[in-house]
């Protein structure tokens, strides 16, 4: 059975600094990985969707890469901003598009 | 192009009483999903459809759960009878043909009292 992890459960940072979500998990058999944003009472936003067969994906500010060999996976987060905070989850999906996801790490970035 | 829409967005009943939750996914997205988030943790599926027909519905608690998509575009979630640990965010999400990606709507805060 796929599990997903994600350490820190929380983090709080000064804003402007550069950061690192982790995913991990137990079954490299996966499809792709997606990182989701999360805002309190909101659904998800996608971010980034990692196919298996890739290495990275990078939007804006944003760069996600991919180890399925040791089933990891990070968030890097560029010159953080207030407006990034949120709660981050990681999924993965695995056969007929169904998707695993990680209990999330809720983000402040500080003014 | 409209999102995910569900209704209601907030929903506060008494345990032992029924509930449904409606989604409408993107135009064209033939796959649906169901998910039930607690409070801390993760979203967990608990039922997908493609077009009218069940995927996967192996996470639902049958006794008190249905859902159903009978013409393949919107779909209802029904809980009969509540209990207090059904409190949590109710999401839907939908998928185009041939992706993975998934589309979520915006969920249905449930408060079993």
């Known amino acids: 059975k796929q599990e997903v992890t994600q350490i820190p459960a929380a983090l709080s940072v000064p804003e402007g600094e550069n950061l690192v979500l982790n995913c991990s998990f137990t079954?490299?058999?996966?499809?792709?990985l997606q990182w989701f944003r999360q805002d309190p009472g909101k659904g998800l936003t996608s971010l980034l969707l990692?196919?298996?067969?890739?290495r990275e994906q990078t939007s804006g500010r944003l760069n996600a890469s991919l180890d399925k060999s040791s089933g990891r996976s990070t968030l890097y987060i560029a010159a953080s901003q207030p407006g990034d905070s949120a709660t981050y989850l990681c999924?993965?999906?695995?056969?007929?598009?169904?998707?695993?996801f990680g209990q999330g790490t809720r983000l402040t970035i500080n003014p | 192009e409209a999102g995910v829409a569900q209704s209601p967005r907030y929903k506060i009943i008494e345990k032992r009483q029924s509930v449904a939750f409606w989604c409408n996914p993107i135009?064209?997205?033939?796959?649906l999903y169901w998910y039930q988030q607690i409070l801390g943790q993760g979203p967990k599926l608990l039922i997908q459809?493609?077009?009218?027909?069940?995927?996967?519905d192996s996470q639902l608690p049958k006794d008190r759960f249905s859902a159903e998509r009978l013409k393949g575009v919107d779909s209802t979630l029904k809980i009969q009878p509540a209990k207090l640990e059904d409190s949590a965010v109710y999401l839907c999400?939908?998928?185009?043909?041939?992706?993975?990606?998934?589309?979520f709507g915006p969920g249905t805060r449930l408060t079993v009292l």
């Open positions: 999924a993965v999906s695995e056969g007929a598009q169904k998707l695993v």
């Open positions: 135009s064209g997205h033939a796959t």
């Open positions: 990692i196919q298996s067969s890739q």
């Open positions: 459809f493609q077009n009218n027909g069940v995927v996967d």
């Open positions: 999400a939908s998928s185009p043909p041939g992706s993975n990606e998934q589309f």
């Open positions: 079954d490299s058999a996966i499809y792709n």
